[in-house]
């Protein structure tokens, strides 16, 4: 088999069989899991036509208590120190895929709604929006701010928003996370919903925080 | 040591790295979208969830439900490690490590907390045994540099851990890097001897900041030489996987009745490990660096194997053509050593027999050992050597374990030669230390020979014995 040099890099760090996938005479295993990355880099380049991917590593299920392979990917046009993963899992005799990359595609227009649901009274320093689902191909075109903030499609909202303490006066913490509960109930925003007061608008996230709080809605 | 958080903390935290998927995706700790919660946070957020959490389903590799349920009920009343803040999950995104860290911050103390999870997979052994012959390994260089990319500024505390693989990568980056204060290896390997010589300097200054937490029969310290001080814990597990449950994280957390946790030291090293330990390290020097990557894969491939208890995939291993050669070196090796150190090999074989290994192939080094000459002549005619075996009164389970596996006896045949080259007291088995002088690093310069060469010796000595007499007699007629 003609494997390119980084697809031999990524199985040489999972596989035993270095001189095997150097000739290219992969054995069962190998085979199996190159099928799975080569299925994987192609079903992340036809999700997102317009960004390009590279994988980066695997930790196969082998020896796990997963049912599925994790493969570590990177995309080119965007600056993160973290990988991406997505999941594969062989079912029936096909390779089904899922991934974590949609996050990026609507998380601005996730945050801009959440922003104008907060609205001007709640002083919000950042909001950080992710999503706890891995979502495979069937979502490719119809995933949407809405459908997804509402669990139309379930996605598994986590929103944090960081506040400006200094900005909250004569109020009691409690009721401004009271109060963004509202704001999203009423919205019909469902998911995890982090709340942090900092000190100020220039304050550390980790440093100088005032309070906290976890809400589910 | 100047962290503030206490051993039970490190190891709590160490065990939190491995939680996946824990009544949810939201179960999982090392997950970026973790990112500026507190453990706590974490903590309540999967216990709201308890009721998803399968008791009997294993979470990750050996460790059920219910023990990780109540490792977090153990985390609750702890307001210190529930107050430290997730800075940062990283997943790495260079080679193929796929490795998985975290930078905490403790805000009481203004101490950073940098953990390493070890991988779970099989393929952690590949890396796990890279170290033998790779210096630094690609994912210790990984781990290094993403650790320099962390901004640690207004941190008075720098402190690395990690579990495994992770505390192999936390002993290196403190050995790498100055600014670390504090180290706690949990269950991590060591070095190479040629790493210990390669960064001697930088290991005598930084030692002195490395705590290895171990469990007492833990199989994975053992492998090469360790840096630092070291504390061996009991251990409690002895679930489904049975002996290989003692390198889990949660092997050495012990439960009272209100659920808080608590270590216990035990007095030293499981005697097995420490054999196998020393015989490992003893092996591991006898072979030339360039033969150290198939060594170092066939061992990778044997634990991989012994950790699941396959017997068949363990003799596939052993006589797989690209392995046959170092296998048999390693299998010869094993064997002269059970003339100076029979226990060593009874620690072997109770290993294997705890991890329910066929009790036919633990037979056949005994067998090896038997018929080393009957084996080198014709060890090659499978057929005719069974049928001696039967007629030898051979015990049943050795001659029907090698009838199932007939490949088995070109390995053998190649062992026979090898047994009588090998001088199993050549290379000394204790760990290396950077504070050694050099000519103590390998050679224990035993005058050796061979069994075969003693009783060739006998032989000569008697012939020469024999001549002489027939002289005198000779000339005295």
Known sequence: MELTSEEKKILSGISFDAEGIESGELNEADEKLLMEMRATLAYLKEKYPEYNFEITGCEPKSGTARDYDEWYYKALEIVRESAFIAMAVEKDGQIEIRDDF???????????????????????????????????????????????????????????????????LGTEYENVVKKIEESFKKAGVIGDVYVVILKDKDSDFTKDRLYSESIYI | ???????????????????????????????????????????NGVLRNAAQIENDREYSTGVTGAEYKEILWSIRPNQHLKNIIIKEVHYESEGAGGGRSVFLFDPEYNE???????????????????????VPTEYQQNALNWFGSLDFSGCDIITVTGHSKGGNKSKFITIMDDR?????????????????????????????????????????????NDVGQKQFYLGTNFGRLGFAENHCANAVLFFDSCGSMSLWKAKGQDKKMMDLDKMLNSFIRSCRMETRENVANLLGSVIVNAKSGDTDKLVDTFADEKYIDSAAKLIAYILKYKYEKPVM???VREILNQNGFSTGMLGIGDFVTNHELLLSLIGSHPKLMLWILKKKNTPENITSFLSKHMDLFGLLVLI??????INPLRYN?????????????????????????????????????????????????
């Open chain 2, 345 to 347: 090999v009874e620690s």
């Open chain 1, 102 to 168: 949609y996050g990026e595609i609507i998380r601005e227009e996730v945050t801009d709604k959440i922003r104008s649901i907060l609205g001007p009274s709640i002083p919000v320093v950042k909001i950080d929006v992710s999503f706890w689902e891995y979502l495979g191909k069937e979502y490719s075109g119809e995933l949407n701010a809405d459908k997804v903030l509402k669990g139309k499609i379930s996605a598994g909202n986590d929103i944090k928003i960081f506040l400006d303490g200094s900005g909250i």
């Open chain 2, 1 to 43: 040591m100047s962290s503030n958080l206490t051993l039970e903390e490190i190891v709590l935290i160490n065990n939190l790295l491995y939680c996946e998927n824990l009544g949810g995706p939201r179960g999982t700790f090392l997950s970026t979208i973790q990112e500026s919660r507190t453990i706590g946070d974490y903590v």
């Open chain 2, 429 to 477: 088995g204790t760990d290396l230390c950077a504070d050694d002088e050099d000519d103590s690093f390998f050679i224990n310069k035993t005058f050796y020979i061979s069994r075969r060469k003693k009783i060739l010796l006998a032989l000569i000595v008697v012939a020469v014995l024999i001549v002489i007499y027939l002289i005198f007699r000779m000339k005295v007629n």
């Open chain 2, 416 to 421: 026979s030669k090898k047994m009588r080259r």
């Open chain 2, 180 to 224: 670390v204060d504090n180290c706690f290896s949990f269950d991590g390997q060591g070095f190479s001897d040629e790493f210990i010589r390669k960064y001697a300097d930088e290991i005598r200054n930084n030692q002195g900041k490395i705590f290895n937490i171990i469990a007492e029969s833990d199989f994975v310290n053992i492998l090469l």
């Open chain 2, 112 to 134: 950073a907390i940098v953990a390493f999870k070890g991988t779970q997979s099989d393929a952690e052994w590949i890396d796990n045994v890279s170290g033998l012959y790779v």
